[in-house]
């Protein structure tokens, strides 16, 4: 990290220039990486004790660190001006005032072996000293700027000598002019309750067991009449308080949650105090990609690009297995081969896991990025077990099974008359070829478009790379369902994440497939090219999977939907291998399951965020937040069915608005 002197951080500030740097002695971290009219302080993050002291200190280690407030500092890692106490309050208390910021007695404990000398205690005084000069330059050029400040004042209390029941979240007002900031100060306490930590009921209250009477708030008060500062003392939930062991997923949520809080209460005070008509969350966050993101992220994507999951799991002796089992339907169980994994599973997961994640500060990014880690590690256990018994246990690791809500929906959806009659398949692979080349001229998107005798599918995209299946045959409806869903969303989805900063968006995120599908069945839907056949087909790939997971063999099924569903013995082979390739392969129920899922978010809402890249409905609002910031682009291309929708089949319509 940059080491600056006082003078120099100084300097930075006064010309609004970002930066991120500690003090030459390591008292003090500060990090700006964007001005914005709020600043979070954690002046009794620090542990640190200047060597000269220690020997001098009665206190061992742990002592000091029960009563320091550890972790702090992360609580507010994710906005963007920030600043950091590194020493302990046991050398100077930032929050008393300079001529007794050095205990002599601390909570009913001698500190020192013998009483500090005039020139030890005159640096840890300097170091208070400038610490207040730099807050003082930082508010004044903020109130400067905007008019206003917000300071939240992030501290933690110790609760199990405290014999009353005391909240998680103490707001202390009483050096704050509460007639001026009621309405700021209620709206805190509000945003406080609503946290949500696992197996911890929240509580937030005002002045009940701190009064906020710390200094930094009584100099604030005394020094800037523009300035609201919010002292809010964490009760230590967050670690065991005796034995100094921190609880990581509490942790982790405390950050995402302030994150949440403190950026939306500042977006609503900043719009309420200043001539600013409309601000959210994200307006108040920093608008640069974080360099520690940029590195993760192309770490990341140089060990797993080129991972395609499909490309492996796809059998290699389809069209000959295919032969040999409609040959004896009711004896032969087809032994598919497969391309030999060329990475080692081992190596790839050591990598994975040495990747810095703790490095990204931003709490939201950090969780997306720890979930990308732990989904291709099961992606790599999937592949790896491919053929043998475990790759059905990974396959419901990486992709689940259908539910009781899924199958239902593939039920009724299957209990539909057709009341169109059959269209002839009168188009080939190459008709198909020349329609999708046509479509990509259309939306202007260069690509390789390839027929392809290896495929289960009709079709497939690869990267920039479409591959078409040469035995299959087409209508009319069917195949321009097919370009709407391949080459509208598939295609247009590769397409948008090559232009993004984050390469991860190229990998894809989890949850994607279920996302991806579900995208691309509803452009079908709104392009008018979505019969019922079509809907039976997902529904019939629901069943499969079930009963694959139930332990039914190939044939079973196969004889199932063509004795049931009187499938053609091509489409019933077709859904079955699908199901059963790989050792058994649930990812099918999930294109049913993504379309109910896409159908709720278009009604609900803007879908433009979730065709940046291969993304997945659980990070929208990260994406949406991340585009407000600018650190994504919006997409450079959209589906055209989903800009200029053209269904009009009322039945489907009605079915589509029955699946729950």
């Not at 992360?74 to 001006?81: A, Q, R, T, Y």
């Not at 005798?453 to 299959?472: F, Q």
């Not at 585009?627 to 291309?637: C, M, N, S, T, V």
Request: proline fraction near 4%.
């Amino acid at each position: 990290m940059l080491q600056l002197t006082e003078t120099e951080v100084l300097e930075k500030i006064r010309h609004g220039v970002p930066f991120e740097a500690q003090l030459t002695d390591g008292s003090l971290t500060i990090r700006i990486s964007e001005y914005q009219p709020y600043i979070a302080t954690a002046i009794h993050h620090g542990h640190r004790l200047r060597g000269d002291l220690i020997p001098k200190c009665r206190l061992n280690e742990d002592e000091r660190y029960f009563e320091e407030d550890p972790f702090t500092g992360d609580f507010i890692s994710s906005l963007p001006v920030v600043i950091q106490g590194e020493d302990s309050r046991y050398e100077y208390d930032l929050n008393r005032p300079q001529e007794s910021c050095i205990y002599e007695d601390a909570w009913g404990k001698k500190v020192w072996m013998e009483k500090l000398t005039e020139a030890e205690q005159s640096i840890s005084r300097a170091k208070h000293a400038c610490y207040y000069r730099i807050l003082s330059c930082l508010i004044d050029t903020l109130e400067s700027r905007f008019g206003l400040c917000l300071m939240y004042d992030i501290h933690s209390y110790n609760y199990q000598r405290i014999e009353k029941n005391a909240p998680v979240f103490n707001l202390g007002t009483k050096q704050v002019n509460t007639r001026k900031w009621h309405k700021e100060l209620n709206q805190l306490i509000t945003r406080l309750e609503e946290i949500v930590l696992p197996n911890i009921e929240i509580s937030a209250k005002a002045n009940d067991v701190f009064k906020g009477m710390g200094y930094q708030a009584t100099f604030v008060r005394d020094n800037f009449s523009n300035t609201l500062i919010m002292p809010i003392e964490v009760k230590k939930i967050y670690m065991d308080e005796g034995r100094g062991e921190s609880f990581p997923l509490v942790i982790e949520k405390l950050k995402e949650a302030m994150k949440t809080v403190l950026t939306e209460h500042a977006a609503e005070t900043i719009t309420r105090r200043t001539k600013v008509k409309r601000m959210s969350s994200s307006d108040v966050l920093a608008s640069a990609l974080p360099r520690e993101v940029i590195k993760l992220d192309r770490q990341l994507y140089s060990i797993a690009r080129g991972i395609n999951t499909l490309s492996y799991i796809n059998p290699l002796n389809l069209k000959q297995e295919k032969r040999r089992f409609l040959l004896k339907p009711h004896e032969y169980q087809p032994r598919f081969t497969y391309r030999q994994l060329d990475i080692d599973p081992y190596k790839f997961r050591e990598k994975l896991y040495r990747l810095p994640v703790e490095d990204i500060r931003d709490a939201d990014i950090q969780k997306m990025y720890r979930k990308v880690i732990d989904q291709l590690a099961v992606r790599i256990d999937l592949l790896t077990s491919i053929g043998h018994d475990e790759f059905f246990y990974n396959s419901l690791r990486y992709y689940g099974q259908p539910d009781e809500k899924d199958i239902a929906n593939a039920n009724f959806i299957l209990h539909a008359s057709e009341y169109e009659e059959p269209v002839s398949e009168s188009l080939n692979a190459e008709d198909a070829i020349a329609a999708f080349h046509e479509a990509a001229r259309d939306y202007n998107i260069p690509c390789k478009i390839i027929g392809s005798k290896k495929l289960i599918a009709r079709a497939m995209v690869s990267g920039r790379s479409i591959k078409i299946n040469k035995n299959s045959r087409f209508s009319a409806k069917d195949l321009n369902a097919l370009i709407h869903h391949e080459l509208g969303v598939h295609l247009v989805t590769s397409v948008n994440a090559d232009k993004q900063p984050l390469k991860v968006l190229k990998l894809g995120l989890p949850g994607n497939t279920h996302t991806q599908e579900g995208l691309a069945i509803l452009c079908e839907h709104l392009s008018g090219s979505f019969p019922l056949h079509r809907l039976k087909t997902l529904a019939l790939r629901v069943l499969a999977v079930e009963q694959m997971v139930k332990g039914e063999n190939f044939g079973d099924t196969f004889n199932k939907l063509k004795a049931e569903y009187q499938l053609s013995q091509d489409d019933a082979f077709t859904i079955t291998a699908r199901a059963y390739r790989g050792g058994g392969f649930t990812k099918d129920y999930l294109y049913l399951k993504g379309l109910r899922d896409a159908l709720m978010h278009y009604k609900e809402e803007d879908l433009t965020s979730l065709f940046v890249g291969k993304t997945g409905f659980e990070f929208k609002p990260l994406l949406d937040e991340l585009i407000a910031r600018e650190i994504l682009r919006k997409p450079a291309f959209m589906p055209k069915a989903l800009i200029k929708p053209e269904f009009d089949d009322p039945i489907i319509d009605f079915m589509l608005r029955c699946i729950k």
